[in-house]
């Protein structure tokens, strides 16, 4: 699981913002929000533009320097990349996971989306690799546990992960350091409701068509009853055969059928993304949703939340505007974040009142008291 992520030089964060999955409480409630005494569910709050997003993009800035699993553009785009308020010369982004009784470090500088300039990976302090890319020069390395004796470093460029090269290119033992980050790697997820459809970052190479998935798994009337419990939609949908569509939904009214996409409001379609997430939840490492209930009423944000409470062997960070889903209901206050000024803190550290299980959190955030 991931312990800890800091990043800085990167997009708005001008200083280094960390997020800390290790700071949990002794709360006696919601104890389904912990892992492995881990943050497992996490809600990000904060202003428009203090970074949410961003967050999540840099978070994910390892999936699009380790795999060839799905970017977003705005991870790949060059003239956002270093932040503008300074004069860096590069982004330094740092991971900590948690494998066992062991503590992995993972960390590396760009100064380009696909151009590295240094990588380190440790493991409980100890240096397993180390890499200069601006030399082409290996610094540190540990060879009986990265097995990299013979590996040729000529000829390479910036753009290939020293730790992806070892982890392609040597027998590394299933439970090595290398291979737990590029297995935790290759199974984050990142998604959002847009208005274009689908987008996403990680898990996969590229996008399925959801009503084709939905379609092709005999999921229908399982989609039904999801809308059915979490938004109280009773619709009747069918699949239809158009030639040249390999799957379209469509609903069934009285007189005649309706294209499921020309008359599903946006929030239905928010929630038809979830429902096509929601069957890999089980596989994800790391979820994290960008701005979950955009499209959603607070009534059904609060039943998502407590849908994703049930995954507990993964991580889960979502990001809200909507102050009506802080309550100890469904999180705590050690999982309720909020970002300001690159500062990333939870509530139960906002404060010196000892929070309890039937304090209003909404209202103590709404009168100041984690500012």
């Known amino acids: 699981m991931l312990r800890n992520f800091s990043v800085s030089g990167y997009k708005n964060f001008n200083q280094a913002a960390t997020l800390d999955l290790t700071k949990v409480r002794d ?19 904060g202003p428009n533009g203090s970074g949410k997003s961003n967050l999540g993009y840099a ?25 503008g308020d300074a004069n ?38 100890n240096i397993l690799i180390e890499f200069d890319h601006a030399k082409n020069k290996l610094i540190s390395n540990n060879s009986s546990k990265t097995k990299v004796d013979g590996l040729r470093w000529e000829g390479r460029d910036g753009s290939l992960s020293i730790v992806r090269y070892i982890a392609n290119n040597t027998p590394q033992e299933k439970e090595s350091p290398i291979m737990f980050v590029m297995d935790f790697v290759n199974r984050m997820l990142y998604f959002k409701s847009t208005q274009d459809g689908n987008m996403f970052i990680g898990f996969e190479r590229a996008g399925d068509t959801i009503e084709s998935y939905i379609v092709r798994n005999g999921l229908i009337k399982e989609f039904e009853g999801f809308l059915k419990e979490h938004s109280e939609l009773d619709l009747n949908i069918e699949s239809a055969k158009v030639a040249g569509m390999p799957g379209l939904l469509v609903q069934k009214l009285n007189s005649k059928s ?66 009506n889903l802080v309550s100890n ?27 309890r299980e039937g304090h209003n959190l909404e209202k103590m955030l709404r009168n100041g008291e984690f500012e």
């Open 59 to 83: 978070l994910f800035d390892i999936v699009y320097t380790l795999t060839d699993k799905q970017p977003c553009r705005e991870q790949q785009s060059a003239q956002s990349f270093i932040n």
């Open 329 to 355: 209901k469904v999180m705590r206050p050690d999982c309720y974040l909020q970002i300001r000024g690159g500062t990333i803190t939870s509530f139960s550290e906002s404060t010196d009142r000892e929070l």
């Open 88 to 125: 860096h010369k590069h982004a330094t982004f740092i991971y900590e996971f948690q494998q066992g009784e062991s503590v992995i470090t993972y960390e590396y500088r760009k100064n380009l989306p696909m151009s590295l300039l240094y990588e380190k990976m440790s493991v409980d302090g």
């Open 258 to 323: 309706l294209i499921f996409q020309e008359v599903a409001s946006s929030g239905t379609k928010a929630l038809e993304l979830f429902f096509y997430w929601s069957k890999r939840f089980n596989d994800v490492s790391l979820l994290f949703i960008d701005e979950f209930d955009a499209f959603y009423h607070f009534e059904l944000s609060e039943k998502i939340m407590k849908f994703v409470a049930k995954y507990t062997n993964t991580q889960i960070i979502l990001t809200s505007h909507n102050t």
């Open 27 to 45: 709360y006696g409630f919601n104890t389904n929000c912990i892992t492995d005494n881990l943050l497992g569910k996490v809600l990000i709050m």
